[in-house]
């Protein structure tokens, strides 16, 4: 796959699970032995931590969080090279009791034969720990 193409998937990866649907594109466009794993210490923020390729489509098959939708994803600057797309993104969500959920992302994708091999999701988990903590 050309760098562009990864590119592309990992927008669309981006858009997929944030919308919490379309559980078959993240099976087709998953290596098998993709894994999936969030900055953080696992004891403060629950959400940190690394998933293989089941256990993160079993969390992303539960519906959203978020109203209207799921969480909304607009991108920032992206650059790819060899198997490796670097892309940086902000989500926002509301949540059924009105709150707007905001947070910066920085995303490394690895790509194996065209297909997400892994992901490295870093973003500031101390604001979304005091968010959710609420």
């Known amino acids: 796959m050309s760098t562009e193409q990864n590119k592309q998937t990992a927008k669309t990866f981006l858009k997929v699970m944030s919308a919490h649907e ?3 594109w993240l099976e087709e466009h998953m290596d098998d032995d993709a894994t999936y794993w969030t ?3 696992p004891h403060l923020f629950d959400y940190a931590g690394t998933r293989d390729k089941r ?3 079993d969390w992303a098959r539960h519906p959203s969080i978020f109203v209207d939708g799921g969480s909304k994803v607009s991108y920032g600057e992206c650059t790819a090279e060899g198997d490796h797309v670097a892309l940086e993104s902000q989500t926002s969500g509301k949540l059924p009791d009105g709150r707007i959920y905001t947070n910066e992302y920085h995303y490394l ?3 194996r034969d ?3 091999l892994g992901v490295k999701e870093y973003m500031d988990t ?3 720990a005091e968010f ?3």
């Open 22 to 24: 379309d559980m078959a």
């Open 39 to 41: 900055c953080g210490k």
């Open 55 to 57: 256990s993160f489509i």
């Open 109 to 111: 994708f690895t790509f």
């Open 114 to 116: 065209g297909k997400v």
């Open 126 to 128: 101390q604001a979304a």
């Open 132 to 134: 959710f903590a609420k």
